[in-house]
């Protein structure tokens, strides 16, 4: 089966930089990819890392360790609009799929 | 990029209709495209992998004489929920990756209310 776990809430001030972990159990894989989602909205694809190591894409930032089955997305000088849902995302086995993690609802305070 | 539409973004429907959901990719072709329930305040659930010209590939605990998917096409694959019951309310979303890609894209999501 599919596991990919994440922390459900995280809060974070204006300004600061939070870390989201994501543990994954994949029976297969082909990479971790981060996908933010807003209230009501469909999620936007963030970042993919298919290698160990740090992936930055301006504020953001990935990293993956696959001996560790772990991941996690860096948010950097937070802004309001940073407050939204982010997954983490991996295909398994024949990589015919797109399996989520359970989510973190990031919430970035004044 | 590359952009996935969505149809219809709402829709209400009485119990026991069936109500059909399309997703178009419309500037790549698509041979798979993922469809997803999603609750409120949930993660996404996968509930099936759609193939153009084949049988879709339905995740554990999905009925699929339930959930029919068609995937008629390199751009188009509908999902339809037969018999609509109230607990299949949910917000659906289709996605769909470029071949050779990593980057999923979603459609607009179809909020289904069955009252």
């Known amino acids: 089966g599919q596991s990919l776990e994440q922390p459900s809430e995280v809060t974070a001030v204006e300004g600061a930089i939070v870390q989201i972990n994501c543990t994954y159990q994949t029976s297969g894989f082909y990479g971790l990819s981060w996908y933010q989602q807003h209230d009501g909205g469909a999620p936007t694809f963030l970042s993919y890392?298919?290698?160990?190591g740090l992936e930055e894409t301006g504020r953001f930032s990935s990293f993956l360790s696959r001996s560790d089955s772990y991941g996690y997305l860096l948010l950097q000088e937070l802004q309001m609009k940073d407050s939204a849902s982010y997954f983490c995302?991996?295909?398994?086995?024949?990589?015919?799929?797109?399996?989520f993690g359970t989510g973190t609802r990031l919430t970035v305070i004044p | 990029g590359a952009v996935v539409s969505q149809h219809p973004s709402r829709v209400i429907c009485k119990s026991g209709t069936s109500v059909k959901i399309e997703c178009r990719s419309l500037d790549f072709q698509a041979t798979t495209m993922f469809w997803y329930r999603q609750f409120p305040k949930q993660s996404l659930m996968l509930m099936a992998t759609?193939?153009?010209?084949?049988?879709?590939?339905?995740e554990q605990g999905v009925e699929k004489d339930k959930f029919l998917i068609n995937h008629a096409s390199l751009t188009l694959s509908t999902l339809t929920v037969t018999s609509a019951h109230p607990e299949d309310s949910s917000f659906y979303i289709c996605?769909?990756?470029?071949?050779?890609?990593?980057?999923?894209?979603f459609g607009q999501g179809t909020r289904l209310t069955v009252v």
């Open positions: 995302a991996a295909r398994g086995t024949g990589a015919n799929n797109l399996f």
């Open positions: 996605s769909a990756i470029r071949g050779g890609g990593t980057e999923a894209f």
């Open positions: 890392n298919a290698l160990d």
């Open positions: 759609s193939n153009e010209g084949s049988k879709a590939t339905y």
